[in-house]
């Protein structure tokens, strides 16, 4: 049987750059959702090259159930979901939004440089972002 790493379940996130500092995954979703405009939903859209380019890196295939949650939300925000869509966002869509724009960076809570777990906190963030949101899931 093939080991599956799990992801790190902590709602509990440290904020890169800033010793000491921490703040709660859900705090950083809403604070992150309150700037997520349809504009930029759409413009995420245009980069799914790329998060499929992180998706198919060694350290991600270690985390299953961020291919899953990331192609989820891909298909939601290139859907015509998006295209009409307009401000303010309803909540879903601009957490979708918001967990996708934190794939595309690659110093975040942890960086993805970092072998082996850099990409956890992705993982976390997707998971949470679908966990809050389960009109996201397939």
Same mark, same amino acid.
Do not use: C
């Given at each position: 049987m093939k080991h599956r790493p799990?992801?790190?379940?902590?709602?509990?996130?440290?904020?890169?750059?800033?010793?000491?500092?921490?703040i709660l995954l859900d705090e950083f979703i809403e604070t992150e959702r309150a700037g997520m405009t349809a504009g930029r939903l759409r %413009?995420?859209?245009?980069?799914?090259? /790329? =998060?499929? @380019?992180?998706?198919a890196t060694e350290q991600?295939?270690?985390?299953?159930?961020?291919? %899953?949650?990331?192609?989820?939300?891909? /298909? =939601?925000? @290139?859907?015509?979901q998006t295209g009409d869509c307009a401000d303010p966002l309803p909540k879903h869509l601009a957490?979708?939004?918001?967990?996708l724009a934190y794939l595309l960076k690659g110093v975040d809570f942890i960086p993805d440089s970092i072998p082996e777990i850099g990409l956890t906190d992705d993982a976390r963030?997707?998971?949470?972002?679908?966990?809050?949101?389960?009109?996201?899931?397939p």
């Open positions: 799990l992801i790190h379940r902590t709602n509990i996130v440290k904020i890169h750059g800033t010793p000491g500092k921490a %413009e995420l859209s245009g980069f799914s090259a /790329r =998060i499929f @380019a992180k998706l991600a295939r270690q985390h299953h159930d961020l291919h %899953e949650g990331a192609e989820s939300l891909m /298909r =939601i925000v @290139a859907s015509w957490e979708a939004g918001v967990a963030v997707v998971a949470r972002v679908l966990d809050r949101n389960p009109e996201l899931r």
